[in-house]
């Protein structure tokens, strides 16, 4: 079984680096650099990139980057497919070069979501240096934050996130947007080698932007509020106000990307201890707030 160490880094395609840029410098607080291969990076700590925006046809998410440890554990983790007859791909130098990686191995779920796992980061240790001023954002061990993926196809996939790439369970959710006599939307979350309450969530329903959201996490809740207030200065659509997750913890609110997934911007959000951990269903999002109907309205205004 592999052990993925955390989200490394997500993957988008877009009509308009320059709208990306600015998103992420003047809206999430991040650095956005333009490199030779025509992407841009957007660095949120030591990493040459935690965001990789490629230049395409469609604004979209496209893949998501997972660590491995070292050599042996991604030779371990090729092993491990192998044994599974699971297909997959080595990823070539120019593609390892674009990524900053010495190795990777691309492959697909059951739902088509594309999945690189990779190990040995290439970076100069340059700081961060927020141009909005923010603080920090929390990855290190962690990970990039969380992304939560459309899988259509969910009992295959939630399988294949299990038995494939070696995720645990952390917790369950039954959707249910028309009440108890409607049907169930089933939503679970996954951990892995870290103590991120999850890493990855299975969502059973299609995305036409290839991804739900993708979570980052700031240290303080004033960096949350001076988010929304960019957020709403730069005219970006609010996708869900404020609030706190029942099952993480996490403090956050939601908007609109340029790729039409959403970016959840939070703090706060647990630390786990995974041999004490119960997995349980929660029956409620949020403790309090997280109207996500704001982002509907706003869709059909």
Not at 182 to 194: E, L, S, Y
Not at 289 to 294: I, L, R
């Amino acid at each position: 079984m592999m052990e993925i160490r955390g989200l490394a880094y997500v993957v988008a395609e877009s009509t308009n680096l320059n709208q990306w840029s600015t998103y992420a410098k003047d809206v999430l607080g991040m650095m956005a650099t333009p490199v030779g291969d025509g992407s841009l990076h957007i660095k949120m700590d030591e990493r040459q990139f935690r965001f990789q925006v490629q230049s395409g046809a469609k604004d979209r998410y496209l893949a998501s980057g997972w660590e491995l440890l070292n050599k042996d554990a991604f030779d371990a983790a090729l092993k491990s497919l192998d044994a599974a007859k699971v297909a997959y791909e080595l990823g070539s130098a120019e593609l390892c070069q674009q990524r900053c990686v010495q190795q990777m191995a691309v492959l697909f779920d059951p739902s088509g979501n594309r999945h690189e796992l990779v190990w040995g980061f290439k970076s100069d240790f340059k700081r961060f240096a927020s141009p909005q001023g923010v603080s920090k954002f929390v990855t290190g061990d962690y990970g990039l934050g969380h992304t939560v993926l459309p899988a259509p196809d969910f009992d295959a996939t939630v399988s294949f996130a299990r038995d494939v790439l070696g995720f645990g369970l952390s917790d369950i959710y039954n959707f249910k947007p028309m009440g108890d006599d409607g049907p169930t939307v089933r939503i679970h979350f996954f951990h892995c080698a870290n103590g991120r309450h999850h890493s990855l969530a299975l969502a059973e329903f299609p995305s036409p932007a290839g991804c739900v959201h993708v979570m980052v996490e700031v240290e303080n809740m004033p960096e949350v509020g001076r988010a929304m207030d960019r957020m709403s200065q730069q005219k970006v659509q609010l996708s869900a106000t404020l609030g706190q997750h029942t099952n993480d913890r996490m403090i956050s609110f939601y908007m609109k990307t340029p790729a039409h997934f959403d970016i959840e911007y939070g703090y706060g959000g647990a630390i786990m201890d995974w041999e004490q951990h119960i997995t349980h269903e929660f029956t409620a999002v949020s403790l309090w707030g997280h109207d996500f109907t704001v982002g509907r309205v706003a869709q059909t205004a």
